[in-house]
């Protein structure tokens, strides 16, 4: 039997991602453990999420900090104190810029971004840039994260048709269900060890 892996959540708002993944570890998809749910906001649904879930959170806001390379290491206190082996964004609406976060977690960071990039390579509302552009397809992109921001190696891309969309709603609607259950399976690749990265090329091994 494969060990357990140790996950921490970084979420900002809603958390309709964060609650895929405890779907995904309560109904035994994803072989590991919620360790902690970090937020920047006391205000993120995603906080009773966790707490339904009997996770713990940790609440960190900007204005605590000097600067936000100060926050980004007390995020990588929180993670190694948790022993944490991946780290899940989940619509943490921060940039991660420090470098000893970064090293110390390279290649064990993750995040979704509603495009299929690196189109609308970070922008914080690129269903609506799609869909203002006239876009046909657009789509979700998992990816490690690194200094380069939305610009780490791809993990999974998914397209979604949105032709007959009428509305930037309907288009970011139609991408979250996407979002939602590629985040889930992509988490419970992670913890089986599907994944092996070779510089910019990550490769599945099933
Ligand atoms: C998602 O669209 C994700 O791609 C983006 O932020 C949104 C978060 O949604 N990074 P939720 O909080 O997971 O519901």
């Given amino acids: 039997m494969s060990m357990a892996i140790s996950i921490?959540?970084?979420?900002?708002?809603?958390?309709?991602?964060?609650?895929?993944?405890?779907?995904?570890?309560?109904?035994?998809?994803?072989?590991?453990?919620?360790?902690?749910?970090?937020?920047?906001?006391?205000?993120a649904q995603a906080i009773s999420r966790a707490e339904?879930?009997?996770i713990p959170v940790e609440i960190i806001r900007r204005k605590q900090f000097k600067s936000r390379e100060n926050m980004d290491l007390k995020?990588?206190?929180?993670?190694?104190?948790h022993g944490i082996d991946?780290?899940?964004?989940?619509?943490?609406?921060?940039i991660i810029n420090s470098k000893e976060?970064?090293?110390?977690?390279?290649?064990?960071?993750?995040?979704?971004?509603?495009?299929?990039?690196?189109?609308f390579k970070g922008s914080t509302h690129a269903q609506t840039d799609a869909f203002e552009y006239g876009c046909k397809v657009s789509g979700l992109?998992?990816?490690?994260?690194?200094?380069?921001?939305?610009g780490g190696p791809i993990i999974y891309q998914k397209a979604a048709d949105i032709s007959e969309c009428?509305?930037?709603?309907?288009?970011?609607?139609?991408?979250?269900?996407?979002?939602?259950?590629?985040?889930r399976r992509v988490v419970g690749n992670f913890s089986k060890g599907k994944y092996v990265v070779n510089g910019r090329k990550v490769r599945y091994t099933d």
Avoid: C, W
């Avoid at 590991?32 to 906001?41: A, F, K, P, Q, S």
């Avoid at 992109?141 to 939305?150: E, M």
């Fill in 86 to 94: 991946l780290v899940v964004l989940a619509g943490y609406m921060k």
């Fill in 141 to 150: 992109t998992i990816h490690f994260v690194t200094d380069d921001i939305d």
């Fill in 52 to 54: 339904k879930n009997k």
């Fill in 75 to 81: 995020i990588k206190e929180i993670l190694d104190v």
């Fill in 166 to 183: 009428s509305s930037a709603d309907e288009v970011a609607g139609k991408i979250l269900s996407y979002e939602n259950e590629a985040y």
């Fill in 101 to 119: 976060l970064l090293d110390s977690y390279r290649y064990k960071i993750i995040n979704i971004h509603p495009s299929l990039l690196p189109a």
């Fill in 8 to 43: 921490a959540v970084l979420a900002s708002g809603r958390g309709s991602n964060f609650q895929s993944i405890i779907d995904g570890v309560n109904e035994g998809d994803i072989k590991g453990e919620i360790r902690v749910l970090i937020t920047d906001n006391p205000e």
